[in-house]
């Protein structure tokens, strides 16, 4: 209105509230003033209603509907009923567009207590929405005052803006929903709460929810890598990084943002969580792509999505490509065979790429053997048939091995092979194969004299070129010019064949050779063998495999493993030979040979393609393991002549298993004339063999060890010498019993034993048993041989007669100072085999050798030894002689 209004009534005083009485009726007149206060003849149009009902009061007809004359009046009558004390109400009016509303009136007295809070008040849609409309759902409460609801108050106000509404109630019921909308984007704070029928209401018992709305899309922005600039195309990893602006959105914010390429649709969807600040811009955000992309280009933009759903496209997109495919290599005809010293045939590759395209093509090659890395010639690329060749001077009789490789604008790199590390060249020798400065034939008749030797090239059947160094008449095979052995589960002299990969025994009487020495063989141009893949053996576990190297350079052994990835020291036992057997050393060797008995593998794979393509046998190391204090090892040697057996240990360790197990090693076969010690395991379950080593885990009573000895009868004397006895706990006994010839010797007291080698027969088996334990333990399992004697007594010699010696043996109940002497038939000492040497108590064996003090052979004839044992306190309890005969 333009007028200043006023409000009055025709009750005295002035105050804010004000209590009328039942049935009573009120008078209300509206003024309409100018600026002075003048009441002015305004004619607007008038409309009156009660706040908030006309339940308990009621505007009489005949109220004015407009302010001609300059005033209107409306009569309210209220109510007679009882009920309606403590009614509220104002009287409203609406004059010319402004409204107007008197001070409150109360029927009566005064009836306090606003209604409770509206149940499960929700607002929908809950969250940010892009249209302005809004449901409210509620449940209307129980009330002990059982007053009627005549409506509720609304209320929604953000920061700046606060509106109110009153909502009526249809007569007689209640509404419980209401739907609104909001002025303006932004979040709006939302309260109701309920009015009663006699008008009290209280906003302290409102229930409140927040309406969102949000109808403005986000703000433009731009999008940066990855992006092709200046006609150069940009190349990604197929799973790119997607940087673009962040910009900002109101009033939702920014909830998310999407993806897209053209080519292959929506790429992903990222949360505010899921993206990264660039460190360097913070105005900058990126994603590490997570999907892998196929080689291509691809167009890409990104999406801004609000919390509401509005949504911007990035200003601009981007234009990559992805090329992580290697360029191609065609390499149609592989090398596989070559001369020596002879510039190799043409080695013609083709090179592409289908995405970024090809910046180098390169040949790699080396010798074979070496290990290390390779020489490099570039191709030229631009030539429709790029070709190169190696030098004469880089093909080596070793072989070769080569690759080629090529690398694209952007990096990736391809390969050929792509199967394999290399291709693996064979050579075909320039001169002859020969092992003149290869091996040392320098010829013997002892077994020690033996060659074990193997052919590393492919030289067909080598046996031609042996038989026209050894027997150019073709006599045929004589023993006592030479002797050639191949094995197969059993030694075979003068084998068929002399054949690359397999190993074999040579000897020779250099005296009837003399007038070809040096003896070499010379077997024709050789054929190197392909380092890829890995040579191949094939072995039977349990037997002896006899082989060499098929290569003409060393092979770590750490390089050669079995098909369950075992080393040869853990898959089974490995030996060379060099006068006796040995141990093959870390590295295999050449022209050498080696044997392997296998514990269950069923091949061998030497693997020669070097260090970055050659495969590393899994190893275990028992010598790196320290011991334990119950925890010990006794080597036992063998020896006779110029022949020994050293290989051989017994002992025990907490990592060890009481059958076969890793620490054990199996014995290499008998050379022919060789001293063999084994230890018999055949009754074992797991690999039932004959031992060079076996390990068993520690007991409380002990452990014993059955061995054989195989010596020649060579006149000489056999001794076995075992070491490492001091680590053996002090608590044990220690004995090797003779089971051959019941003889036993405390090893406590001397280290060795010793017997002689006589017999009918080319070799001497003795049976014996090591026992190592507690003395129960010791007598448990002694072999029927009594170790702890119960008298002073002095054996029979044996053999008797005998040549060239022969053993003597004397059993010692106590311990005691032992002489024993040999006499001849005039009575006169030829030598001292024992001069008042102390022992403890226990069976001894002496040798006497038919020599004298001198160390001069005797005579034939009959000879007598005569012992005198005193004890600890000088008692003499052995005085006797005995008779022997000594033969030529």
Request: aromatic share 14%.
């Amino acid at each position: 209105s333009k007028y200043l209004l006023a409000f009055s009534d025709d009750i005295d005083g002035d105050d804010p509230q004000t209590f009328v009485k039942l049935g009573q009726e009120i008078t209300f007149t509206i003024t309409t003033n100018d600026i002075g206060g003048n009441q002015v003849s305004s004619n607007e149009p008038v409309t009156w209603s009660i706040f908030p009902n006309d339940k308990y009061a009621t505007i009489q007809q005949g109220a004015d509907t407009s302010s001609s004359g300059g005033d209107a009046v409306a009569k309210v009558l209220v109510t007679s009923a009882e009920k309606g004390k403590g009614f509220r109400f104002r009287l409203r009016a609406n004059v010319g567009g402004a409204f107007l509303s008197s001070d409150t009136y109360i029927i009566e007295e005064l009836v306090t207590g606003a209604p409770p809070p509206v149940l499960s008040l929700k607002i929908t849609p809950e969250g940010w929405s892009t249209d302005s409309t809004f449901s409210l759902d509620w449940e209307i409460p129980t009330w002990s005052e059982e007053r009627d609801y005549i409506g509720a108050l609304l209320e929604i106000k953000n920061e700046t803006k606060d509106y109110e509404k009153y909502i009526e109630f249809p007569s007689g019921s209640v509404l419980k929903n209401y739907t609104f909308d909001v002025p303006e984007p932004g979040t709006w704070h939302t309260e109701i709460w309920l009015v009663d029928e006699l008008g009290n209401e209280d906003q302290d018992s409102a229930s409140a929810v927040t309406a969102y709305f949000d109808n403005i899309d986000p703000e433009d922005f731009h999008i940066y890598n990855p992006n092709s600039y200046d006609g150069d195309t940009f190349y990604s990893s197929n799973k790119p990084r997607f940087e673009w602006d962040d910009k900002e959105d109101y009033p939702s914010k920014i909830k998310e943002w999407e993806i897209y390429t053209l080519q292959t649709g929506k790429y992903g969807t990222y949360a505010r969580s899921d993206v990264t600040t660039d460190v360097n811009n913070p105005d900058i955000v990126y994603i590490d792509g997570s999907k892998e992309l196929a080689d291509g280009y691809y167009d890409w933009w990104a999406v801004a999505v609000d919390s509401a759903g509005n949504r911007t496209n990035s200003a601009d997109s981007g234009y990559f490509g992805v090329d992580l495919s290697p360029p191609n290599i065609v390499h149609s005809a592989p090398l596989t065979l070559i001369d020596e010293n002879m510039i190799s045939p043409n080695i013609i590759a083709k090179f592409s790429d289908a995405a970024s395209g090809v910046k180098t093509g390169r040949l790699h090659y080396r010798r074979a053997g070496t290990g290390g890395g390779f020489a490099t010639l570039p191709f030229d690329i631009t030539s429709d048939s790029p070709t190169l060749n190696i030098a004469g001077s880089d093909i080596k009789a070793d072989g070769v091995e080569y690759y080629i490789d090529s690398e694209d604008k952007i990096g990736n790199h391809g390969k050929w092979p792509k199967d394999k590390p290399f291709q693996s060249v064979k050579v075909r020798t320039e001169n002859s194969v020969s092992t003149e400065g290869k091996l040392t034939l320098t010829g013997g008749v002892d077994s020690s004299n033996y060659i074990f030797f193997s052919i590393p090239f492919d030289v067909g059947n080598g046996l031609g070129a042996f038989k026209a160094m050894m027997d150019p008449d073709n006599e045929g095979p004589d023993e006592f010019k030479y002797r050639l052995y191949a094995y197969n589960n059993g030694w075979q002299e003068n084998p068929s064949s002399l054949t690359m990969g397999n190993g074999y025994f040579f000897i020779f009487d250099a005296d009837k050779y003399s007038d070809v020495l040096p003896i070499k063989f010379d077997f024709g141009q050789g054929v190197s063998t392909a380092t890829d893949p890995p040579y191949q053996i094939n072995v039977t576990p349990g037997q002896w495999k006899f082989f060499g190297l098929p290569y003409n350079f060393n092979v770590p052994l750490s390089n050669i493993y079995t098909e369950s990835d075992a080393s040869l020291n853990d898959a089974g036992t490995i030996y060379s030979w060099s006068s006796s057997w040995s141990s093959a050393g870390s590295t295999l060797q050449p022209w050498k040979g080696y044997i392997f008995k296998s514990g269950g593998d069923t091949q061998l794979n030497i693997d020669a393609r070097g260090d970055g393509f050659g495969k590393m046998a899994e190893s275990f190391e028992p010598d790196n393991t320290p011991m334990d204090a119950n925890e010990w090892v006794v080597d036992i040697i063998a020896t006779t002549g110029n022949t020994r057996d050293e290989l051989n240990s017994v002992g025990v360790s907490y990592i060890a298993k009481d059958g076969y197990d890793r620490l054990d090693e199996f014995e290499p076969p008998t050379v022919p004339g060789n001293i063999s010690l084994r230890i018999d395991n055949r009754d074992r379950e797991l690999s039932p063999d004959i031992y060079s080593k076996d390990i068993r885990k520690p007991n409380e009573e002990g452990h014993y060890w059955d061995l054989e000895v195989y010596t020649p009868t060579n006149g000489q004397r056999t001794y076995i010498t075992f070491e490492g006895l001091g680590y053996v706990p002090q608590e044990y006994d220690i004995f090797i019993i003779n089971k051959t010839n019941k003889q036993a010797l405390n090893l406590e007291w001397e280290s060795t034993y010793r017997f002689a080698n006589t017999g009918s027969k080319g070799y001497l088996k003795q049976e014996l048993r090591l026992v190592i334990g507690t003395k129960k333990f010791v007598e448990d399992n002694n072999a029927g041989v009594s170790l702890y004697p119960d008298a002073f007594t002095l054996s029979q010699n044996y053999p008797n007669p005998f040549n060239p010696q022969t053993s003597i043996r004397m059993s010692l109940e106590e311990d005691a100072n032992v002489d024993l002497i040999i006499y001849n038939l005039l009575g006169e000492e030829v030598t001292r085999l024992a001069m008042n040497e102390y022992r403890p108590a226990g069976y001894y064996n002496f040798i006497w050798n038919g020599r004298n003090a001198m160390g001069t052979k005797v005579s034939t004839g009959v000879y007598f030894y005569h012992a005198m044992v005193r004890n600890t306190q000088g008692k003499t309890v052995l005085n006797k002689t005995k008779k022997m005969i000594f033969l030529k």
